[in-house]
C-alpha cells in the first residue's frame, strides 16, 4: 500500500509561481510512474502531467506545456509539480497518482492506470 500525501497549494496571485509537492509512503514508489491530475470547481477531474518512474520522461497536457513541470527525486520518494505564469484557470484542486503497473507513453495520461491516489491539495489563483 502506497500513501500520498501532496503539499504545497495556497492562494497566489496570476502570473507568480508555485511548486506543489507529492510524498509517497513507500521506497518501492521509486518504481512507479506518477502522475499530477486536477479538477477545477464544477468540471471533471483532468490529466496535467505525468513521469515515468526514472524520471527520463515526462508527458503534459496541452495547455500546461511551457508552464508545468513534473519532477521527481526517487531518493526522496517524492514528486514535484513546478507550476509557472498562474493563471485563475489553473485554480483546482491538484491530485497526485501513482502506477505500479509497466505503463509507459500516452497511456500514463489516463486515470484508470494509476493505483493510488493523495486526498489533494487545493491551488487558488486570483486575477
Known amino acids: 500500500q502506497v500513501q500520498l500525501v501532496e503539499s504545497g497549494g495556497g492562494l497566489v496571485q496570476a502570473g507568480n509561481s508555485l511548486r506543489v509537492s507529492c510524498a509517497a509512503s513507500a521506497r518501492t514508489s521509486s518504481t512507479y510512474a506518477m502522475g499530477w491530475f486536477r479538477q477545477a470547481p464544477g468540471k471533471e477531474r483532468e490529466f496535467v502531467a505525468a513521469?515515468?518512474?526514472?524520471?527520463?520522461?515526462?508527458y503534459y497536457v496541452d495547455s500546461v506545456k511551457g508552464r508545468f513541470t513534473i519532477s521527481r527525486d526517487n531518493a526522496k520518494n517524492t514528486v514535484y509539480l513546478q507550476i509557472n505564469s498562474l493563471k485563475p484557470e489553473d485554480t483546482a484542486i491538484y491530485y497526485c497518482?501513482?502506477?505500479?503497473?509497466?505503463?509507459?507513453?500516452?497511456?500514463?495520461?489516463?486515470?484508470?492506470?494509476?493505483?493510488?491516489w493523495g486526498q489533494g491539495t487545493q491551488v487558488t489563483v486570483s486575477s
Open positions: 497518482a501513482a502506477s505500479a503497473g509497466t505503463y509507459s507513453g500516452s497511456a500514463l495520461k489516463l486515470a484508470n492506470i494509476y493505483d493510488y
Open positions: 513521469i515515468n518512474w526514472s524520471g527520463g520522461t515526462t
